[in-house]
């Protein structure tokens, strides 16, 4: 508004319905203060210290990669299975090492598979 030439200050003013030149908000330190008062901050124990880098008191660097509480893939330790008793009845199961191999589970399909797109051969130059 500052730049502006006066015919266009009146013009501005005469449309808004007001004198906008009057206070303009960033040039009176009554509308808005240069100096900011000091910050009331409480006392606290890295206040004292010369080297108080954020960095260094950041407790997201102070804490470990995440450690993995239930894997997806279960793995039993070798001869674990051999002489397992069910609880309940107390019979003990034979021991099949074939029963202990585990086959790879491929990702699922959302809905059937599509069979084969084939490009028809009535239409040479497709």
């Known amino acids: 508004m500052a730049t502006a030439t006066r015919l266009i200050q009146r013009l501005r003013n005469f449309l808004a ?5 009057a206070k303009l908000s960033l040039r009176y330190t009554e509308i808005s203060k240069r100096s900011q008062p000091p910050p009331r901050l409480p006392v606290g124990p890295s206040h004292r210290f010369a080297n108080n880098y ?5 407790g997201r660097r102070e804490s470990l990669p995440p450690i993995v509480v239930v894997a997806a893939q279960k793995t039993l330790a070798a001869g674990a299975q051999a002489g397992r008793t069910l609880p309940v009845s107390g019979v003990k199961l034979p021991s099949s090492d074939s029963a202990v191999t585990t086959a790879e589970k491929k ?3 959302p809905g059937p598979v599509l069979k084969k797109w084939e490009i028809s051969k009535d239409q040479p130059y497709l």
């Open 17 to 21: 319905g007001r004198d906008l030149q």
């Open 54 to 58: 954020y960095c260094s008191r950041d």
């Open 107 to 109: 990702p699922v399909t």
